[in-house]
């Protein structure tokens, strides 16, 4: 009996250090497990610190940043610009979406898109009709306006009775020609090799100050040859007999001269369906004329803008000041008034091109810029002229 009991104690005291020497071996492990984990977190933590860093250095660029696709060509742009280099032009493969090749067919490279859209912003913000005309871009060399300017006929029908013909609505087709407009810049080749020189700025201002007056000048009086129909090339008749194809006017009823009764007439000359979208259009000096004017009851028709860069208004309508329009005369043609982008259409291709030239002015640098433009009027009845005349 007493030896059973020996050899019973004997098992238990096997079985429970057995039972610690396994839970001790568990608790090492884990403690090795846990020791091998803090140092992988805190190897981790490092890395993510190291990369922080690297990001948030100047000459790195952020992970997942936006790529500046334009980059790469302003780049090349620049070098092409100082010092003749076209290596990164013609190695350049451009987007699809904005431009289709990097060289022109008749020599030089189509502008970097941020120099471009920078000169047609100028553009649009000077004094020109270009600003309340119909502006669209075309690929081609010319653009066609579809004008319908009479109504189908109509005619009442009874149940019984026959329906006869209506008249046939007349369609015209007006072409605006797209012309070459053309600046030539220079500049001396010290200045080009001085780094601190922004030539893209300087360049793009002084092509948009060149374009920006020559079609301003063109949209109002240019002929039509080799340059953009002016609004002031088409012939002008009476509005009581305005017919399609030309400008109405009306008549001051004094020569050289302006009364608030001729601005009122000018205003309801246009059809109504018209003056909803209507803009006056005059020269500085024609504009300090027209503000003195007052109505029967001593109100003036001219008030200005209530909000910065609020155009004025003449009898609630705003004014464009083109100085390309004449100054008042006799019989002149010194306000317009109208829905303008209705009835004058500007067409441009939307591409810029730039020709390095480093002979023909030595030891000064010429950049030779073209873009191609045209514009003309594409509604006759939706302008009217003011003739500062009795007739």
């Given at each position: 009996m007493d030896q059973m009991n020996t050899k019973t104690r004997g098992a238990s005291a096997s079985a429970a250090e057995e039972v610690r020497e396994a839970v001790t071996g568990f608790v090492q492990d884990f403690?090795?497990?846990?020791?091998?984990?803090?140092?992988?977190?805190?190897?981790?933590?490092?890395?993510?610190?190291?990369?922080?860093?690297?990001?948030?250095?100047?000459?790195?660029?952020?992970?997942?940043g936006a790529v500046d696709a334009g980059a790469p060509h302003q780049k090349a742009m620049n070098a092409y610009i100082r010092n003749g280099d076209d290596d990164g032009l013609r190695g350049l493969e451009m987007e699809s979406k904005s431009m289709s090749s990097a060289v022109n067919s008749d020599?030089?490279?189509?502008?970097?898109?941020?120099?471009?859209?920078?000169?047609?912003?100028?553009?649009?913000?000077?004094?020109?009709?270009?600003?309340i005309a119909s502006v669209v871009q075309v690929e081609a060399t010319s653009y066609d306006v579809l004008v319908d300017h009479t109504d189908v006929g109509a005619g009442w029908a009874t149940e019984a009775g026959a329906v006869g013909e209506t008249d046939t609505?007349?369609?015209?087709?007006?072409?605006?020609?797209?012309?070459?407009?053309s600046a030539l810049p220079k500049a001396s080749q010290r200045l080009l090799d001085?780094?601190?020189?922004?030539?893209?700025?300087?360049?793009?201002?002084?092509?948009?100050?060149?374009?920006?007056?020559?079609?301003?000048?063109?949209f109002i009086n240019g002929d039509g040859i080799d340059k953009p129909k002016g609004l002031l090339a088409h012939a002008a008749v009476d509005n009581d007999v305005w017919a399609w194809g030309n400008l109405g006017y009306v008549p001051t009823g004094v020569d050289g001269e302006v009364t608030a009764d001729a601005v009122v007439d000018l205003v309801y000359a246009l059809g109504a369906q018209y003056r909803?979208?209507?803009?006056?259009?005059?020269?500085?000096?024609?504009?300090?004329r027209v503000r003195k004017l007052k109505d029967l009851d001593g109100r003036f028709l001219w008030s200005d803008g209530l909000a910065q860069g609020e155009p004025?208004?003449?009898?609630?309508?705003?004014?464009?000041?083109?100085?390309?329009?004449?100054?008042?005369?006799?019989?002149?043609?010194?306000?317009?008034?109208?829905?303008?982008?209705?009835?004058?259409?500007?067409?441009e291709r939307p591409d810029l091109r730039i020709l390095r030239d480093p002979f023909s002015a030595k030891p000064h640098v010429l950049f030779y810029a073209t873009k191609r433009v045209g514009g003309d009027v594409s509604d006759f009845a939706a302008i009217k002229l003011l003739k500062f005349g009795t007739a």
């Open positions: 403690k090795g497990f846990q020791a091998e984990m803090t140092t992988k977190l805190q190897q981790t933590e490092e890395r993510m610190t190291m990369l922080d860093r690297k990001i948030t250095l100047p000459a790195r660029t952020p992970l997942g020599g030089g490279y189509l502008v970097d898109p941020q120099t471009s859209d920078r000169v047609k912003s100028v553009l649009n913000a000077t004094a020109s009709i270009r600003a609505p007349q369609i015209d087709r007006i072409t605006v020609q797209l012309h070459e407009l001085d780094s601190a020189f922004d030539i893209e700025g300087w360049l793009a201002g002084r092509i948009a100050d060149k374009f920006s007056r020559a079609e301003a000048a063109a909803a979208n209507a803009s006056f259009v005059m020269s500085s000096k024609t504009a300090g004025a208004r003449l009898m609630g309508y705003p004014v464009l000041v083109a100085e390309d329009m004449p100054d008042v005369a006799t019989d002149s043609f010194s306000v317009a008034f109208g829905d303008f982008a209705a009835g004058y259409t500007v067409a």
